[in-house]
C-alpha cells in the first residue's frame, strides 16, 4: 500500500463474489448482532472456493490446511464435499477425526512435531508425514514404521506477501538423500512437498518449485527409490486490497509446469490450500473503543479498536496482510489515521506505516469491518493475553 491511500476501499467490496459473499455476511450480522469482536464466515463461499479449484486442478487431490480456519463447520463443509486435511499438531488432528474425518484423509504437514505426537497420530491410522531433515525422518522412523513420507523443499517464495521461507526446507540436492535414508529405515518414501509463501501473487513460483522437485524425483528413481506424490503446498492468495492473478493463472502455471518436468510420468497431486479457502469467506468485525489525538491539536488521529494483533489481527505484524476495510460513512471526508488495538501493549497496532485513512465521521461505538478475514484470523489470537478472550468465530448458510 503507499503511503497516504485510504485503507478503506469501496472498490474491493465490488468484486461480485465478494459483493454476493457481503450481502449474505450483512443479513447475518444484522439478524443476530452477536457481540464484537468477531469473525462472521459465509459457508456459501467457502463452497464456491472449493468447486472453483476442483475445476480449475480436477488432477489435485485437496487438502485443507486446518490453521487457516479450525472451525468446526468449516472442517465439516470441505470435509463433505470431500477435501482430506493438512494438519500442523495433535490438537488439529484430534478435532479433525472428532468430526468424523477419516485418518487416512490427514497429512501431518508440520516438519516439526513433537515424537509423541508422530506415535499418537500413527496409532491413530495418519500414514502420510512430512520432513525436511535427518533428525525427523529418525524420529518419524520409531514413531511412525512404514508410514508414507514426503520430504519438503526450501524454495524461495518471492512473490509472498506471507513468507515461508528459511525456517523450512531443504535443498534439492539433500532431498534424495534423506528420502533414501527413509527408505533405508523402513519408512515409504512417497514423494515431495514445497511450500511457495502464503499470499503468493506470483504464480510462476510453482513452475521454479515443480522443477526442483522433477530433479529430487529423477535422482530417487536413478537411485531406485520410486516417488509418486508431488504436495504443491499452500499459497493461493485471496483478495485483500491489492489485486491477485485469477485462479485459471495458477492452475495454467502449476499444470504446464508438471507437464513438462515429468513428461510421460505424472505423479499424483495434492494441494494444501488454507488462505485460498477460507480468507474471503469472512469478515472482521471491531468496534471502535476510543478516538484520541497524540501528540497535541496537531498530533495524529488514533483509533482505537476492540480488536487488534492479539484477538484477530495477528497478520497485520509488520503491516503485511492489507485487509479492506468498511465503515458506515465510506465515501465521506477521511483522515490518515494509526488504527490500534485493546491491549496495553504498544506493539498491538494494526496499521500505522501504511497510510490507513478512516472517515472523520467515525465516532466511539461504531464497527470497522475487515473484509477478507476468514483465514489466520481466529485461529491466530491469543488465549487470553491482557485477558481478552480469543475472538469468537460465527459460521452461517444463507439464510440462517
Ligand atoms: C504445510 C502447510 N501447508 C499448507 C499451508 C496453507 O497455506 P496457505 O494458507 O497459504 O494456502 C500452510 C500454511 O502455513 C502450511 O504450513
Redesign the pocket.
Known amino acids: 500500500m503507499r503511503p497516504g491511500q485510504a485503507v478503506s476501499d469501496a472498490g474491493a467490496a465490488a468484486l461480485p463474489e465478494r459483493a454476493a459473499s457481503l450481502a449474505r455476511i450483512d443479513d447475518y450480522l444484522t439478524r443476530h448482532a452477536p457481540p464484537t469482536p468477531c469473525v462472521v464466515v459465509d459457508l456459501a463461499t467457502i463452497r464456491q472456493r472449493y468447486m472453483a479449484l476442483r475445476a480449475a486442478l480436477p488432477q489435485a487431490d485437496i487438502y485443507y490446511?486446518v490453521?487457516?480456519n479450525p472451525a468446526p463447520a468449516v472442517l465439516r463443509t470441505l470435509a463433505g464435499l470431500g477435501t482430506g486435511v493438512?494438519v500442523?499438531s495433535s490438537g488439529e488432528i484430534d478435532r479433525c477425526l472428532a468430526l468424523g474425518i477419516a485418518a487416512r484423509r490427514c497429512c501431518f504437514?508440520?516438519?516439526i512435531k513433537h515424537e509423541r505426537d508422530i506415535r499418537r497420530a500413527h496409532a491413530a491410522g495418519i500414514g502420510l508425514f512430512?520432513f525436511d531433515c535427518a533428525a525427523e525422518v529418525e524420529k518419524l522412523a520409531r514413531a511412525a514404521p512404514g508410514a508414507r513420507v514426503l520430504c519438503?523443499l526450501a524454495v524461495r517464495g518471492n512473490g509472498a506477501e506471507?513468507p515461508?521461507t528459511r525456517k523450512?526446507g531443504c535443498s534439492a540436492a539433500t532431498a534424495p538423500h534423506l528420502l533414501a535414508h527413509a527408505a533405508s529405515l523402513g519408512l515409504r518414501p512417497a514423494g515431495v512437498?514445497f511450500?511457495v509463501?502464503?499470499?503468493?501473487t506470483d504464480p510462476s513460483q510453482w513452475a521454479g518449485a515443480i522443477g526442483a522437485a522433477a530433479g529430487v524425483f529423477a535422482a530417487c528413481a536413478r537411485a531406485g527409490v520410486g516417488l509418486d506424490l508431488l504436495d504443491l503446498?499452500?499459497?493461493?492468495?485471496a483478495q485483500y486490497r491489492t489485486p491477485v492473478p485469477p485462479l485459471g493463472a495458477y492452475a495454467e502455471t502449476i499444470l504446464a509446469s508438471v507437464r513438462q518436468h515429468f513428461a510421460g510420468s505424472a505423479p499424483a497431486l495434492m494441494i494444501?490450500?488454507?488462505?485460498?479457502l477460507a480468507?474471503d469467506a469472512g469478515l472482521l468485525r471491531a468496534q471502535v473503543l476510543l478516538i484520541a489525538r497524540h501528540g497535541g491539536h496537531e498530533g495524529r488521529r488514533w483509533v482505537y479498536l476492540d480488536a487488534g494483533r492479539y484477538n484477530g489481527l495477528a497478520e497485520t505484524q509488520g503491516e503485511r496482510i492489507h485487509y479492506p476495510l468498511r465503515t458506515r460513512y465510506d465515501g465521506a471526508a477521511s483522515e490518515p489515521v494509526v488504527l490500534a488495538g485493546p491491549t496495553c501493549d504498544s506493539t498491538d497496532i494494526i496499521y500505522d506505516r501504511a497510510g490507513c485513512a478512516l472517515p472523520l465521521e467515525l465516532a466511539i461505538g461504531d464497527s470497522v469491518d475487515f473484509l477478507s478475514a476468514g483465514?489466520?484470523t481466529a485461529s491466530y489470537a491469543s488465549v487470553e493475553f491482557n485477558g481478552f478472550a480469543p475472538i469468537a468465530t460465527h459460521c452461517f448458510e444463507a439464510g440462517e
Open positions: 490446511a490453521k487457516a493438512d500442523a504437514g508440520n516438519t512430512a519438503r506471507w515461508l523450512f512437498s511450500h509463501g502464503s499470499q503468493q503446498g499452500g499459497g493461493l492468495p494444501e490450500p488454507g488462505r485460498y480468507g483465514a489466520y
